[in-house]
């Protein structure tokens, strides 16, 4: 196979080759990679103690905008500043572009370690909506609300780092573990402690014509391996960072829409801009070290009795009380039964419901209605048992503990029914998110 061969084969399955950046001082990784920016988004104590620890060094933490400050009357002032330090990162932080892919392996405080490969998709290949028969498609529902909001972020950035993980099934372990395999035996290109208490990350470069050849033939086979009887490819599953992937589609779309008489007239190519393309992280579904975890749920503004008493009503079953924290988790966490565990700051139960379907796929639509009769009700979506124990504990809380997420027939579920509720799961304990590491020239 020689280059544009490879070329070729990457755009036929939505992949493009990016130009990478990472900053030109490997000590400094650890202030410079943090925490996807929709965690811990109810503990700002979190965010300060990471700002603490970046000081006055260059960090990710300076180009995204965290989403426990979403609503806060600065936003503006926030971006503005992100943009200008974006800009200045370009001029004095990065070392030369790496033109390749990055394989990484992800080193968890919980011992796992997890594999990726940081490549750059074709936004024209990607859809979220229900239907889609597209080479990638989102897991679960997208709230459209959530988008323009984050279009302001991204429109006009000169810079991009991912917090995206799309997933690829792939039990042979060809494109990620395999192309892993090639490089790992060479000197790292990063290798840094994430913080706080996250791990660490290890990168290689993906950059020799062989190696990329190499993932292009994994491509090509698990293509034909995922190919539909009806002829659809369903390549890549969005893992992680729906929303963000649903923001760069439309920012692509609507710049596209405003230059398409300027690419007419040869002044700009659409074809190859970079706002096309949006750098992500692939892990395949069958990496040892990727566990589903369920996204919980946190209500305010009402109490555990009261939820549990009416999705009782909505699901059926019966609710009991619960002694300890240990024996909550293991009756929620049994396999074959649907269960929901309640914290709140007058004690524990359960909720033990008879019907074995998904269980997020009952308890949402039952938490939508509950909150549209109660509109002072407001919730939240929580990643790890941690933090639904800590927020239950709050006067005027409530936690759900929700169940694992069995992750076999997980594509075919999805190619059969389309996406899942939104918040169906997380690839994860909140600390084991993706940390923003590499970045990519976005707008100039």
Not at 156 to 180: C, F, Q, Y
Request: proline letters at 6%.
């Amino acid at each position: 196979m020689h280059t544009m061969n490879y070329t070729e084969t990457f755009n036929k399955y939505a992949l493009s080759v990016p130009d990478i950046l990472v900053p030109a001082d490997k000590k400094g990784l650890s202030r410079w990679s943090v925490i996807a920016c929709d965690q811990y988004t109810q503990d700002r104590s979190y965010w300060k103690r990471v700002a603490d620890m970046a000081g006055s060094a260059p960090s990710t933490l300076n180009v995204i905008l965290p989403e426990v400050y979403l609503e806060d009357g600065d936003r503006a002032q926030r971006l503005t500043a992100i943009r200008k330090t974006m800009k200045d990162y370009i001029s004095g932080v990065f070392a030369p572009p790496v033109h390749g892919f990055v394989y990484i392996e992800r080193k968890t405080a919980y011992g796992r370690t997890r594999k990726g490969l940081v490549v750059a998709i074709d936004l024209d290949s990607y859809e979220w909506k229900p239907d889609s028969k597209a080479l990638i498609r989102a897991t679960e529902a997208t709230i459209v609300d959530r988008i323009p909001p984050r279009m302001e972020i991204r429109r006009g950035a000169p810079l991009e780092s991912p917090h995206i993980m799309l997933l690829v099934n792939d039990p042979e372990k060809r494109l990620v573990e395999g192309t892993g395999k090639r490089v790992r035996a060479n000197a790292p290109l990063y290798e840094t402690r994430l913080e706080p208490d996250s791990g660490s990350i290890t990168g290689w470069e993906v950059s020799n014509a062989t190696d990329l050849e190499y993932a292009a033939t994994a491509i090509e086979a698990l293509a034909k391996a995922n190919t539909a009887p009806d002829g659809s490819c369903f390549l890549f599953a969005v893992g992680d960072g729906n929303h963000s992937l649903a923001t760069a589609k439309a920012v692509w779309d609507e710049f596209r829409a405003a230059h398409r008489a300027d690419a007419e007239a040869g002044k700009i190519d659409l074809e190859n801009h970079p706002a096309r393309f949006a750098l992500v992280e692939v892990v395949n579904l069958y990496d040892d070290g990727l566990t589903f975890e369920p996204i919980h749920r946190v209500l305010f503004g009402t109490d555990a009795a009261t939820i549990a008493t009416y999705l009782a009503k909505k699901l059926g079953g019966t609710v009991a009380a619960c002694a300890s924290e240990a024996s909550l988790e293991k009756a929620v966490s049994a396999k074959n039964e649907t269960r929901f565990g309640f914290v709140g700051n007058d004690g524990l139960s359960i909720l033990d419901t008879p019907d074995p379907a998904l269980a997020v796929s009952r308890l949402q639509p039952a938490l939508d209605a509950f909150l549209t009769e109660n509109p002072a009700v407001k919730i939240d979506y929580i990643h790890g048992s941690e933090e639904v124990y800590r927020l239950g504990k709050e006067k005027g809380a409530v936690s759900i503990l929700l169940p694992p997420v069995e992750k076999d027939s997980f594509f075919t579920t999805i190619a059969a029914g389309g996406p899942l509720p939104r918040k169906s799961f997380s690839m994860g304990e909140a600390s084991e998110k993706r940390f923003y590491l590499e970045c990519r020239r976005l707008f100039s």
